[in-house]
């Protein structure tokens, strides 16, 4: 009999944001694969597990929960952040699909990296938001610029995954001349690197001052909207409530 395969999003980094449902999956399961950096975490939610943390591909990654899953075991694929948002989800599904498979899953919701930094900035997704990821082995570029002229006119708040690809930090520097030809230079930016880690870095500055050198690999990058604006320290993007309007 096959076990079930349990798609869990662990968090940004701090074992505090590891909620209670994800907390239950990982102390029921018998096999646990991942990320060595994204187990550490988990500490206790480990020991006496089986771990699989070797260095595989995200479809090697797949390919070895589908084959402890037919051997009985109940298995926890973690990632950090969501597990659905750029990370393992999208794959694993792909893969179910790709090798005709059917399996028992179940997708854990996890804090994303995005609620992790927006709520140490402030309230910068306050309002209408568009996340993006620069990854430069993911998406081509002259679809990643056509996303960002689009949520640029339209005014939505930009959330920049993976500002640094494997090629540098070209592409974020290209995308704040994008965003300056559509909205004000002094648009205020929030960067938080390691969002909840022992490693936590966060800076508010504006869209022409952005410190490209100080961005890393774990780096967010969240540029306001035309109403978003920096009181006491923080970030703020108003909601926007019209008295006597309704829907």
């Not at 708040?157 to 230079?185: D, F, H, Q």
């Amino acid at each position: 009999m096959n076990g079930k395969i349990y798609l869990v999003g662990v968090g940004p980094g701090n074992r505090d944001e590891v909620t209670p449902r994800a907390a239950r999956v990982l102390k029921n399961v018998q096999v646990i694969i991942g990320h060595k950096s994204c187990l550490d975490q988990l500490w206790k939610a480990v020991i006496g597990k089986e771990v699989i943390a070797s260095e595989m591909t995200p479809v090697e990654r797949a390919a070895v929960a589908l084959e402890k899953a037919r051997q009985g075991s109940d298995v926890a694929v973690v990632s950090s952040g969501d597990i659905g948002i750029y990370a393992f989800a999208s794959t694993f599904f792909n893969h179910l699909r790709d090798t005709s498979s059917e399996m028992d899953v179940e997708v854990i919701p996890g804090v994303t990296v995005a609620n992790a930094a927006a709520a140490l900035l402030g309230s910068p997704l306050g309002h209408d938001i568009a996340i993006i990821s620069l990854a430069d082995q993911a998406t081509e570029w002259e679809n990643i610029k056509k996303r960002l002229i689009l949520a640029a006119q339209a005014d939505f708040v930009v959330v920049l995954y993976n500002p640094v690809g494997k090629v540098g930090s070209g592409r974020v520097k290209e995308a704040a001349k994008i965003l300056m030809e559509y909205r004000e230079t002094v648009t205020p930016v929030g960067l938080v690197t390691g969002a909840t880690t022992e490693q936590e870095a966060v800076l508010i500055t504006t869209l022409d001052k952005i410190p490209v050198d100080k961005i890393e690999t774990d780096t967010l990058v969240i540029v306001g909207n035309s109403e978003t604006y920096i009181y006491q320290g923080r970030m703020i993007t108003p909601r926007g409530y019209i008295q006597g309007k309704g829907y």
